[in-house]
């Protein structure tokens, strides 16, 4: 088996690729369409004519919660806290940008007026996230006060369009402080031609974190340490997967954490809870067949995850082939459509 470092998913993507704004329609992507020997350029509202009658589409029906909250300390420095975890009633894990952090116990004073007292790390004592207790209902703060949290190469400050298109047509469970980004290019249109076409659909959910732009370090991929998010298979989605697989249906996943979600059931039998699965070549996919997903960053975890779906070869051919042909690229980018590479 071939060992892959770091340096096996790099590539060099120019600027002016990585959209900054959604397409006019969401269905209106783009779509390079893997599945077949050459790469083939569609528009996204073609997919439903590239599935078959049985097929299982399933969705990560988070919804992304306006979780990037800015205040400031008693000594008037500013500070920005992005939520990545609703702990209890009021109580949250966050992570915090500031000059200089402050000590445990200090009552933070946040813009909207509400406050933020520091309780500690999390999850434990060297965590990497900051536990706070807002002084009101946390999901309810942030709804009010929050920002949507862009990812860090989208540059402008969050508007009124990123607050409509930075969130799926079908999110149902807050949670989430980034989207599923290959959902977003999923409008009613689509969602009635599949229906029509005969492609079922089934649901999971996952909770996406900021470590999903955390970056790999290490040239040797087995010291990556993934981050931890929260996931749910339902019952309902569980039969679905198994009345597909009787009639010779195949699995499409929509996004990368649809995949995540699914292949961490598949492999600890439990339908909910945390998962950290890093997904890597080499790894035996038990579940999805298909995955429509999005253009990722280099050397990111998501560019082994499609590699270890679609093979690393094809994967870096058809990244080239999009490079040359002009695609946008990450989250407000177009998409593609790849096929689990022994069942090519």
Excluded: C
Excluded at 49 to 56: E, H, I
Excluded at 178 to 197: C, I, M
Excluded at 331 to 336: E, L, R, T, V
């Amino acid at each position: 088996m071939t060992t892959y470092t770091l340096g096996d998913f790099d590539f060099a993507l120019p600027s002016e690729l990585i959209a900054q704004h959604p397409a006019a329609e969401r269905s209106s992507s783009r779509l390079l369409d893997g599945t077949g020997p050459q790469p083939a350029d569609r528009i996204f509202r073609d997919l439903p004519g590239l599935l078959a009658p049985g097929d299982l589409i399933v969705f990560n029906d988070t919804q992304v919660v306006k979780a990037r909250l800015f205040g400031g300390k008693p000594s008037g420095g500013r500070l920005e806290l992005l939520v990545e975890r609703v702990l209890g009633e009021r109580e949250v894990a966050a992570h915090m940008k500031v000059s200089r952090k402050p000590p445990v116990g200090t009552v933070l004073h946040m813009d909207g007026g509400f406050t933020a007292t520091l309780l500690g790390r999390w999850p434990d004592a060297d965590g990497p996230l900051f536990r706070l207790a807002f002084s009101d209902e946390p999901h309810d703060l942030m709804a009010r006060h929050g920002h949507v949290p862009l990812p860090p190469y989208i540059t402008h400050e969050d508007t009124a369009e990123d607050e409509r298109r930075y969130q799926t047509v079908f999110a149902a469970r807050p949670g989430a402080v980034a989207a599923p980004t290959a959902s977003l290019h999923f409008d009613q249109g689509v969602l009635d031609a599949l229906a029509e076409r005969g492609v079922q659909r089934a649901t999971v959910t996952l909770h996406v974190g900021a470590g999903t732009f955390q970056p790999v370090k290490t040239e040797d991929l087995a010291q990556h340490r993934m981050h931890s998010e929260w996931y749910e298979v339902p019952e309902a989605t569980q039969a679905a997967i198994q009345a597909a697989r009787a009639r010779g249906g195949r699995i499409v996943a929509a996004g990368t954490t649809t995949v995540r979600t699914l292949e961490s059931w598949a492999r600890s039998g439990q339908a909910s809870g945390d998962t950290d699965i890093f997904i890597t070549p080499g790894f035996d996919f038990q579940v999805v067949d298909l995955l429509v997903t999005n253009f990722h960053l280099p050397k990111s975890t998501l560019m082994m995850l499609v590699s270890a779906l679609a093979g690393h070869a094809k994967v870096m051919a058809l990244y080239r082939h999009a490079i040359a042909q002009r695609y946008r690229f990450f989250s407000y980018g177009d998409a593609m459509l790849l096929q689990r590479a022994e069942a090519a």
